[in-house]
């Protein structure tokens, strides 16, 4: 065995990989068995090199680069059987009745996961009918089963730039997503809403619905904000665009019901990073609460809290978001939601991505289907073992996503040659870089600056490889002018 240890450790010191160092690699970085022959022959080659042992795995090809290293540590630690599926093989669909509306999904151009789709028919005397539409895997699964086991295995998908893991496999996001083109399996509820946009009682069906269109953000927003108009239609330039501005007049009466209503508010944005086939990073700005992120997220509040009130009144349990006071949280009974300005709220629309959606179908499935069963009763102790593993792995996932965002965010100051930047102060010395997903510390901050405030700030040391950068304050700066 020591010769066998000596015999790799000469082979890592002069650069080679040895295949049983390589079989091992990920377990030895980031879970060691500090008994192992190879872990020993990996720490003794990086002690004799006196490097670290990313720096010699870098040097012998195990790992290539940062986001590998941390992809790696991220999957043994929350997918111990790595990230591809077991055969699960598509179980007969269900045969269901046809819709008679012809739906319209909305998402980001890269979305290959298609949850949701809204459907608009006019019934007259200023009458409509709003479809919502949301893809349906659950029918497909049987409790207990392989694919439900996947589900509470998983979890959620989990983002990061340049990548994803997804919760459910190809062939069944295939089978359940909402892709224009066919009749899709999926959870309906529809609103009757008058010309005051007075909304009706709900009715929820299990049906196939016709989805004509999948829209594209990218591709209509041009089209398709507060800068061009809302109001009224002129030329017709995409798919529904008459339907999307009565869908919008609609999601701003709802928002005023809710009593959230700002059209005032000071622009806030969200930035995502993107990476082309060159390792070239761009900074993606969206601006939250843009005409099409209201008009969807309304459309969604109105379903997740309509369902969710329906879960509570027949007394069934569920993944709910409560917030009666304080900080949002997860429970399995329903209580005011004082952020969102409703009196139940649950995660329904998302049953592709995320596992408390799922079991939210589940639920909501046997009030709409005399023969469907739901997976939980009131105090099941499985349901709160599903919330702990649920709320823990979400919060593992988005940990991870900002740690990569927060790595592309250097490498992408360092494309750009930046070495001044603009933050907004959150507490004490953390910051929040102006333009990019990217937290971090800055020294220097005069004691009296307020929380919201935002500095001016020098980079003085700037190394993506390392996950560093050191900010010194500069001065004070007024807020930019949307």
């Not at 009757?192 to 999948?214: H, L, R, W, Y």
């Not at 601006?287 to 008009?295: A, T, V, Y």
């Not at 940990?399 to 507490?427: C, H, N, P």
Request: hydrophobic share 40%.
């Amino acid at each position: 065995q020591d010769a066998q240890i000596d015999a790799w450790a000469e082979a890592l010191k002069r650069g080679e990989m040895p295949p049983e160092i390589a079989a091992d690699l990920k377990t030895i970085l980031h879970a060691p068995d500090k008994q192992s022959l190879t872990y020993k022959a990996f720490t003794k080659a990086a002690d004799a090199l006196k490097t670290s042992a990313y720096e010699l795995a870098k040097k012998t090809g195990g790992i290539t680069s940062i986001p590998q290293y941390l992809q790696d540590g991220f999957e043994i630690k929350y997918f111990p059987k790595g990230t591809g599926f077991p055969d699960l093989l598509l179980p007969e669909m269900p045969d269901l009745p046809k819709a008679d509306v012809t739906a319209f999904s909305i998402d980001d151009e890269s979305t290959t996961e298609v949850d949701d789709a809204l459907s608009l028919t006019d019934l007259g005397n200023g009458t409509k009918r709003v479809g919502i539409h949301i893809a349906a895997p659950s029918l497909a699964v049987k409790p207990g089963d392989k694919m439900e086991k996947n589900i509470m295995e998983r979890l959620s998908t989990v983002y990061f730039p340049g990548g994803k893991i997804t919760m459910l496999p190809e062939n069944w996001i295939a089978a359940f997503s909402l892709d224009a083109g066919a009749y899709r399996p999926a959870v309906s509820i529809y609103f009757d809403v008058d010309s005051d946009f007075n909304v009706g009682e709900p009715t929820c069906k299990i049906e196939a619905v016709n989805i004509a269109e999948n829209l594209r953000i990218q591709t209509i927003e041009p089209h398709f904000n507060a800068e061009t108009g809302l109001d009224e239609a002129g030329e017709m330039m995409f798919a529904h665009h008459q339907d999307l501005i009565w869908f919008h007049q609609f999601a701003v009466a709802l928002q005023k019901a809710r009593g959230k209503y700002e059209p005032d508010r000071a622009p806030q944005y969200d930035y995502s990073i993107e990476l082309d086939e060159e390792g070239k990073v761009s900074v993606v700005r969206r601006e939250r609460g843009s005409p099409i992120d209201m008009l969807v997220s309304e459309m969604m509040i109105l379903a997740n809290s309509t369902w969710a009130q329906m879960l509570h009144d027949n007394d069934l349990p569920g993944l709910f978001r409560v917030q009666p006071a304080g900080k949002v949280r997860m429970s399995t009974k329903s209580e005011p939601h004082i952020g969102m300005g409703v009196q139940h709220y649950g995660w329904f629309t998302s049953p592709l991505r995320r596992a408390a959606d799922y079991i939210n179908q589940k639920q909501l499935l046997s009030l709409i289907d005399d023969t469907a069963e739901p997976l939980f009763r009131q105090s099941d102790a499985e349901l709160f073992a599903a919330l702990r593993d649920f709320d823990t792995a979400y919060a593992a996932y988005a940990d991870f996503q900002r740690q990569m965002e927060a790595y592309w965010s250097l490498v992408y100051l360092q494309q750009q040659g930046t070495s001044e930047l603009t933050a907004t102060i959150l507490k004490e010395d953390l910051v929040r870089i102006e333009g990019l997903p990217l937290v971090t510390r800055a020294t220097g901050i005069p004691f009296d600056a307020l929380p919201k405030s935002q500095v001016l700030l020098k980079i003085t040391e700037l190394d993506p490889e390392k996950q560093f950068i050191a900010l010194n304050y500069v001065k004070a700066v007024a807020p930019a002018v949307a």
